[in-house]
């Protein structure tokens, strides 16, 4: 299922099917596969808004984590982990950027978000270096889930020896 978000200059498409797949794997990957956490996309307007009011900073920013495990009372519900607020333009400029697909650019994103959540930080150059080396590992492991089978063509679903065929290869 593929939704999009939308705003009133333009739509940005994102399937929310593999970009659920990716959060169940990162979890499990973090050991956090009971714990929950709500991913919000936005658009930039939005975006700067909240960073202005959490941050002080008068702009829009790519991701934004706001963590449960942290202040007063962390212990109500520890199974939540937080919330990563994304901002859908911002992504889209940087994918054309960094000449990645928007999809590799969310997962990016996703990831930085949800280790700030766990409480890696990017502030000092030591930290800076384990988080990095740990959005690394997490990449590579979710990465594959971004490339999906095509869709069978009628043809193929009519005539399943064929299609099995052209998948590897052979001839008939």
Same mark, same amino acid.
């Given at each position: ?39 919000? &996309? ?41 919330? &990563? &607020? ?21 997962? @990016? ?44 063509? @009628? ?11 052209? @998948? ?5």
């Amino acid at each position: 299922m593929a939704i999009s978000f939308q705003n009133r200059q333009k739509t940005i498409p994102i399937d929310t099917r593999t970009f659920k797949k990716i959060l169940r794997k990162l979890l499990a990957a973090l050991d956090q596969e009971t714990s929950d956490l709500s991913v919000l &996309v936005v658009d930039d307007a939005r975006m700067q808004r909240l960073n202005a009011r959490y941050r002080g900073i008068d702009r829009p920013t790519d991701v934004l984590a706001f963590a449960m495990r942290e202040g007063a009372f962390p212990q109500l519900n520890p199974q939540l982990l937080g919330d &990563v &607020v994304i901002s859908a333009e911002t992504a889209l400029r940087q994918a054309r950027a960094r000449r990645r697909s928007l999809a590799e650019e969310l997962t @990016h994103l996703l990831i930085h978000g949800t280790l700030h959540l766990l409480g890696y930080d990017h502030e000092a150059s030591a930290a800076a270096r384990v988080m990095g080396a740990k959005a690394r590992v997490l990449w590579r492991l979710v990465a594959p889930l971004l490339i999906e089978p095509p869709e069978p063509t @009628h043809a193929a679903s009519r005539h399943p020896r064929s299609a099995k065929t052209r @998948h590897r290869g052979t001839q008939e």
